[in-house]
Every structure is written in C-alpha cells, then in structure tokens.
C-alpha cells in the first residue's frame, strides 16, 4: 500500500477550510494541530478526520444554536396555547418541560409528547369526568337518583331492613373491607321503597354497584327472592 504523503493530507484538510499547523506527517494516528473556519486550533489523527470527525467547539457551537431554535419553537408552541413554560435550557426532545397550563395546574412534558398531542394530565381528567357525568354517563337512568325518596324512607325503615338482614352486608361477593352498613335501592329508584326492593350491603359494595347496575339489579333481586320469596 502507499505510504500517503504530508502534501496529499495537507491539501485534503486546507480544501476543506481549515489551517494545518504541523509541518510534518507520521502515521493516521498522530494527532495534527489544525485551525478550523471559526478560528478555533484543535488537533485531530488523519484516521478520525477520514471518519468524518471535525472541531468539537464548532459542533457544540452549532448544536446549541440548533436547540435555541427548537427552543424557540417549543416556546411559542406552549405559548399559543397559554400554557405557561418554566423550564429555560432545553437539552433534548424526551427532557421534561416544566408548565403552568391555561387552568393554573402545574405539571411536566416532553418536547416528544407534546408534539404526540399529550397535554394536561389534570385537565384530561377533569373533561373526562364531565364527559361522564348525566346523560353522557353508562349508567343514566334519566336523572332518577337526583329525585326525592318516598315517603316512608325513613329511620325506622332502614331499621327494620338491617334488622330483617341480621345486620350485616347480604351480598355473598363482598370483599368485607367495610363495616359501615347502607340500605340499597335494589332497582336504584328512590320512591320504591317496597321490602322486595331494599337490601343491606356494606358502603364498599353500595358503592360498587354503581357500575354494571343491570348485573346487580338482577343479583340483588335473585339474593331477595331465595331468602324471603318476595
């Protein structure tokens, strides 16, 4: 192979814009002082130059004016949307970008989520719970819950149904992490206030039959009419 010449490296290093301040070569591993475009001495083998590599203060230089302009992009992204950004030196996409969002709930987010659409945890599930609320949630029965209850609602009923239970949750399925006892409108209607259609459960199982409300309706029917034929 040839033996490459001081003269051919010389030439190849200067055409690119750059100062070659060693006046002699001895193999691809020898460090050469250079002087790149902006001025900056630095040295570098023949072997990493072919490789591509160039003066490291001109890579950072030019890296961290890169992200100042990314930066200035994530600000003015978060800006139109009055989110308010904390965060002041940016770093990379997956960073986390500390924010005041348009409600006033702190919280952070990467550069890459945020262009992914992420946005305010808070505030995803504050319009998720509204989403869910009246007649847009699964369970609405056209408002039967906010309604007045019957007449005969009253303490010595409620009594008489815990009593008739033996004082305990009549549900066979009840995790038994609750003590407190509630009397349960088994159809979920306030003004049927019937023996056939009052139950005890613990809180922890009256509140669990909230969701899949035809499945316990029918569950606490069937508990009712094995026990007392009703």
Avoid at 47 to 60: E, M, N, Q, V, Y
Avoid at 116 to 141: A, F, I, M, Q, V
Avoid at 156 to 175: A, I, Q, T
């Amino acid at each position: 192979m040839k033996k490459l010449t001081y003269e051919f490296i010389k030439e190849d290093i200067e055409s690119k814009g750059y100062k070659v301040l060693t006046n002699h070569y001895i193999n691809s591993k020898k460090k050469l002082k250079c002087i790149c475009t902006r001025n900056h001495e630095w040295s570098v083998s023949w072997s990493d130059w072919k490789a591509g590599k160039r003066c490291p203060k001109c890579f950072h230089m030019d890296r961290a004016n890169r992200l100042r302009k990314d930066f200035d992009i994530i600000k003015g992204s978060f800006k139109k949307e009055k989110y308010i950004l904390h965060t002041v030196n940016y770093i990379n996409c997956d960073q986390k970008l500390e924010y005041t969002c348009n409600r006033g709930h702190k919280h952070s987010i990467s550069w890459h989520n945020w262009k992914s659409g992420y946005r305010c945890p808070y505030c995803y599930h504050e319009d998720l719970s509204k989403r869910k609320r009246g007649k847009e949630h699964w369970n609405w029965k056209g408002g039967i819950s906010k309604e007045p209850y019957c007449q005969e609602w009253t303490k010595d009923l409620k009594e008489f149904v815990m009593e008739r239970d033996g004082y305990k949750c009549m549900n066979p399925n009840c995790l038994g992490k609750d003590k407190m006892l509630s009397v349960h409108h088994i159809n979920y209607n306030k003004k049927s206030c019937g023996p056939e259609n009052l139950i005890t459960v613990c809180r922890s199982c009256n509140s669990r039959a909230n969701f899949d409300r035809k499945w316990h309706e029918d569950w606490y029917k069937a508990i009712i009419y094995r026990r007392y034929k009703y």
